[in-house]
């Protein structure tokens, strides 16, 4: 049974950094693709960001428009983690941030239990 969970958020000014750890127990090689996603209060969980391998060591990521240049994301296997590094943030990337992860093989979803992002202006 894969299990996700996040770690790093918090408060922080405009402007400011965060960086945002997924730590996956279980095969992190037979998750593809991984992604971060968010919920702001009142809105739907929307797709930050993707990174899927698309050869044995290569991988291809995807983000949403709105974060496009500020946020990266990364995946170290030898980790077992998956990371999101935002910077220049903005009072509307205030969210709850959940790790996200597929297993092709055995058709399996999985989401992490979430974590705060509070950015203030």
């Known amino acids: 049974q894969v299990q996700l969970v996040e770690s790093g958020g918090g408060l922080v000014q405009a402007g400011g950094s965060l960086r945002l750890s997924c730590a996956v127990s279980?095969?992190?090689?037979?998750?593809?693709?991984m992604a971060w996603y968010r919920q702001a209060p009142g809105k739907q969980r929307e797709l930050v960001a993707e990174?899927?391998?698309?050869?044995?060591?290569?991988?291809?990521?995807n983000y949403a428009d709105s974060v496009k240049g500020r946020f990266t994301i990364s995946k170290d296997n030898s980790k077992n983690t998956v990371s999101l590094q935002m910077n220049s943030l903005k009072s509307e990337d205030t969210a709850v941030y959940y790790c996200?992860?597929?297993?092709?093989?055995?058709?399996?979803?999985?989401w992490g239990q979430g974590t705060q992002v509070t950015v203030s202006s």
């Open positions: 279980g095969d992190i090689f037979g998750l593809n693709p």
């Open positions: 990174i899927r391998s698309v050869w044995a060591n290569s991988v291809r990521t």
């Open positions: 996200y992860a597929e297993a092709p093989s055995v058709a399996g979803r999985y």
